[in-house]
Structure formats: C-alpha cells, structure tokens
C-alpha cells in the first residue's frame, strides 16, 4: 500500500512529534525528530514521511496528497488527539477509500477509548511496540492476522492478540535515510544541542520504574534492548556522509547509560570518527565511565533530576540518591562535561517548601542549562493512575496543554493549588537564570561563538515571549 507517515499540524510551534516526551510547545523553539514514526517508515518502501510543525506544513497542503496514498499512519498524542482525528477526517473527505491508523503512546494504552472516541474515522490502531504491525497492514496481510492490531469494521471494534516485543534490534534498518529522504533538518532545534544536530535510539527501553515516564510504561517496556555496537556506528558512518553539515549527534534511548559497558564501547568507535555526541544519562555514571565518554567525543549528558527533595524522588520511584547525584554532577564538572538538567514541579508529595528546596538545589548544583516542566500524568503511567484514585486531576486539566498547546498545571493537591504550581515554573526559570555568574557564563559563551550569539539572541526573545504567553494563560 502506498503509505503516508503523518505528523499533522496542531498547534503553532507544538513539538509532540514521536521524539517528543512531553507533547507541548517549548519556552524556546524546539523539535525532536519523529523517530518513532521515522521507524516503520523504513520498513514500508516507497513509504513517505511527512512531519507537519517543524516544516510549517498546514493542513491544506497535507490533504492535497491525500489521493496519492493508501493508507495513512497518523502519531497521535493527548494534547493532540482531537485535533489529529480532524487531520484524518480532512484527508478521508479527499479520498474515502484511503484506510487512517493511529500510533503513539496514547493508543497504545487506550485503544478501546481512542477508536470510539474517534467515532469511526480512524480504521485502526497499533497497540504497544508498533513498527512491525504497521508493516504488515501496509503489506496488505488480512487484519484478523496482525498481532498488536485493534480494529474497526462495520462498527465492531476488535482487539488481535499483542505482539511480542522486538529483541533483535538490529532487525530494524537505519532511520537516517528516512530523515535524509523527507525531512529539513535544519528545521530540528534543541537548545541545548548544537546545530544542526541528528537524534536517532540506539536501544528501546528503560529498567527504572519512574511513575511518570510515559515511553517505559507505553511502548519501550523496562528491559533495555539495545542495537549492537557496530549496528549503530555503521548508521553514525552513512550520517556523516549524507549530512556532513550536522554539528553533533544525540542518543535518544531512554538511559544510554544503563549498559555501562556498552556505552564505552560506542564511545570508542565514536571517538575513533571524531563526532561529537550527547546523550540521556541518569545521575549515577561512575567518573571512570564518564571520563571514557568524554574522552571520546561526549559533549552534554541530558539528565533528569526532577526534584531536589528526596521524598519526592521516593514518590516517584526515581532510584536516584540526592548525594549521588552531587557527586555525579561534580565529577561531569571537573571533566567539562555539560548538562542539561530537567526537573518537573507538581509531582506526588510536592508542597512550596520543596519547589523551593528544589529551586536551591539546582542553583548549587548548577547544570549548564535547566528544562523546568509541569507534572504530566499521560493515560497509561502510574501517576496518572495515582492521580484520579486520588483526585488530583480533573476532566477539564486531563488534556495537559492549553488552547495554544502551552503545557498547564493538571495536578492539584489539597495544599497546592495549579496556579501556585503553574507560576513555579517561571520563578524557577528566573532565578536560576538571572544569576550573575549564569549570565556571565551565557555571555561567555555567545562571546566565543558568533553563532551561538544569534542563536542565544534569538531564544532570549522566544523565552521572554513565552513568558508572557504563560502570564496570559495564567489570566
């Protein structure tokens, strides 16, 4: 089947391609590359990609080409979901024979829910690990025989057998020729990442059990599969021959880090090529690991801290020891290996006193960069489980975004009202920022580099004007 791999047009700006780990716009202009859509479009020949914010792609020009295929594979979120059933409506007026599925997260865990809801305009869904379920609709093989598949057919909805989890990653082809063949990357921004960067996985899951995190408990499960070694540097060595503009690559895995061994070994091949690379880690790698990575071409380590209160991070089963974390962070330091620092605010056990314990401790121990984000509780995680049994969240706060794809406060606690952790975040963002020694530091660095001056001048007004967009929402 002629086959279309869509991420629709939303909202203005909203990153909630299948990259993505909150689908929300940024507080600067941010897109990760749709590699879970990008994954299966490698399976399909003469399939084509097509990631609608990133290109300011609108939804005339995505129906247009609608006739040209048929069969449409649609990532779809919760922020997005309403808005993407309209995407399939639009492109099935334009060919009604044309069959519309539906993957991500979302459907995955709540394919009953999703097809009713979509009321009979998405054919189908791709229930938990999809890439080869997808491949075999677009192969034409009988529907009653895919695993993994709920479907719809003269209103009755049935739900296949799941599919066994992929453990041979390698049996999966690059998704780098996808990205080469349908997609800008200067379009791609992270800023935290140079630019222009490539993002690709080079294993699926994670073991750690943290309550919030969407991927583990939806699609990737919590053993980590991983690519083998000369897997992932035979697709480093295609990239830096078809994008020889690219500046830095990033492993998006969920914790590269986990398989300690193996990434010391990447890391060698990686250093070998020269790259430079990034990757997530968590806040434990010993010195000595990190010492090897860096050593090899390792740039920034993205690092969920997620709260300064060790209560909390007993809450959310994050695993991570307030003194180990230090500890890590000194040792990235002393190698000059920077950080990106996530942390999120609204999580189980949050009261003021420890948004400000939290806000404290990110100053002392000073990542390069911060992303300060509002607990989301996604379908199909424990906090969102957590949450309605317990009544912090209410049907009006279950979309996560606002109108204008803003990500809002959807918890609440009786001590803690959304407002107060709404506005947190902009405090946070304040007073770890406008420090004199982080100023000096950013000046310093666009002092260095001209084009990280543009670019630092640029995200300085996305950030300002976000700021005032949130006061808005807030009003």
């Known amino acids: 089947m002629r086959t279309l791999f869509l991420q629709a047009p939303s909202f203005d700006g909203f990153d909630g391609g299948a990259g993505s780990r909150y689908q929300a ?20 020949e003469n399939s084509k990609l097509i990631d609608a914010p990133p290109h300011g792609i609108k939804l005339p020009e995505v129906t247009a080409q609608a006739k040209d295929f048929d069969l449409a594979i649609l990532h779809t979120s919760v922020p997005s979901f309403a808005s993407d059933v309209k995407t399939a409506e639009a492109l099935k007026a334009e060919n009604p024979d044309l069959k519309v599925g539906f993957i991500g997260a979302k459907v995955a865990v709540e394919a009953d829910k999703s097809l009713k809801d979509a009321g009979g305009i998405v054919d189908f869904v791709a229930r938990n ?21 709920s479907w719809v057919h003269n209103g009755v909805i049935t739900h296949n057998d799941d599919r066994p989890m992929l453990e041979t990653m390698d ?8 990205y080469k063949r349908d997609l800008v990357i200067d379009n791609y921004f992270i800023g935290y990442l140079k630019h222009p960067y490539i993002s690709i996985y080079t294993g699926r899951g994670c073991k750690s059990r943290c309550t919030f995190c969407l991927w583990p408990q939806t699609v990737g499960g919590h053993r980590y599969r991983t690519r083998s070694v000369g897997h992932v540097i035979e697709e480093i060595k295609y990239c830096l021959k078809a994008f020889p503009e690219v500046k830095e690559f990033f ?15 990447i890391a ?11 990757c997530n880690a968590k806040a434990n790698v010993p010195y000595e690991t990190l010492k090897v990575l860096k050593e090899n071409g390792l740039r920034l380590l993205l690092v969920g801290y997620e709260s300064g209160n060790q ?7 994050k695993g991570m020891r307030i003194e180990v974390a230090e500890e890590f962070t000194r040792n990235c330091h002393k190698l000059g290996i920077a950080i990106h620092g996530t942390f999120i605010l609204g999580l189980p056990g949050e009261t ?35 949450a309605v049994e317990n009544g912090w969240l209410d049907a009006s706060n279950a979309e996560l975004v606002d109108d204008h794809g803003v990500q809002i406060a959807p918890l609440h606690y009786p001590h803690l009202s959304h407002g107060e952790i709404f506005h947190s975040v902009e405090d946070f963002y304040k007073r770890f920022y406008f420090r004199p020694g982080k100023i000096g530091s950013i000046v310093g ?5 001209f084009d990280m001056m543009k670019r630092r001048l640029r995200e300085g007004v996305e950030f300002f004007h976000f700021l005032r967009e949130r006061k808005g929402a807030a009003g």
């Open 129 to 149: 690990e999809f890439d080869f379920t997808i491949k075999e609709v677009a192969d034409g093989r009988d529907w009653h025989a895919i695993q993994g598949l």
């Open 268 to 278: 060698r091949e990686l250093g070998k090529l020269g790259v430079t690379w990034s």
């Open 352 to 386: 003021k006193e420890t948004i400000e314990q939290t806000v404290n401790w990110a100053r002392k121990i000073n990542p390069h960069t911060i992303q300060v984000s509002l607990a989301a509780p996604y379908p199909g995680t424990f906090l969102y489980n957590q």
């Open 25 to 44: 716009r940024r507080e600067i202009k941010s897109f990760w590359y749709p590699t879970w859509l990008a994954q299966p479009a490698a399976l399909v």
């Open 251 to 265: 492993f998006d895995d969920d914790t590269f880090t986990d398989d300690r061994p193996r990434a010391e070994a």
């Open 445 to 449: 660095e666009m002092v260095r580099d």
């Open 311 to 317: 209560q909390i991070l007993h809450n959310i089963k």
């Open 171 to 178: 049996d999966l082809p690059f998704v780098s020729p996808i």
